[in-house]
């Protein structure tokens, strides 16, 4: 067994003028199925979370951001099967605004497209955890 582990990722919650929100499309080879989440990933070790929020918007959109607020931090523990032991998932989500850049898909990456979709669009997909509670809280506090 290889063991209980922790990982830090953070997350960016990025809205549009329209009030769309941007969504990544996680790729068929992580093999967690046709899932949406929000742009984010996992911090690397001496790195900040709101650098690392940054870094993987880039990575996965092609997106510049700025952190503009923390909106929350989340835990969950996932038991994993097989050899790998369980998974405590600690989640920083920020509020992200886009500066520059240019949407595109990351290639040989976590996600594999990405999509500025209104939230009516997004509660249609299978979204994510991490996702659907960051969406619901949106509707809720606008």
Do not use: K
């Not at 742009?39 to 700025?66: H, K, M, N, Q």
């Amino acid at each position: 067994m290889t063991g209980d582990r922790v990982r830090v990722a953070a997350y960016a919650l990025c809205r549009d003028e329209a009030g769309r929100v941007l969504l990544c499309h996680i790729a068929p080879s992580v093999g967690v199925g046709d899932v949406w989440t929000l742009p984010g990933g996992g911090l690397d070790f001496g790195e900040s979370p709101s650098a690392a929020v940054v870094r993987e918007l880039e990575e996965e959109t092609g997106y510049v951001g700025r952190v503009e607020r923390l909106l929350g931090v989340t835990d969950r523990l996932f038991n994993d099967h097989g050899d790998a032991g369980r998974l405590h998932a600690i989640r920083i989500v920020y509020a992200v605004r886009i500066e520059g850049g240019e949407l595109r898909d990351e290639s040989d990456g976590s996600t594999d497209t990405c999509r500025w979709l209104t939230l009516q669009e997004a509660r249609r997909l299978r979204l994510g955890a991490l996702a659907r509670a960051e969406l619901a809280r949106l509707e809720r506090t606008g």
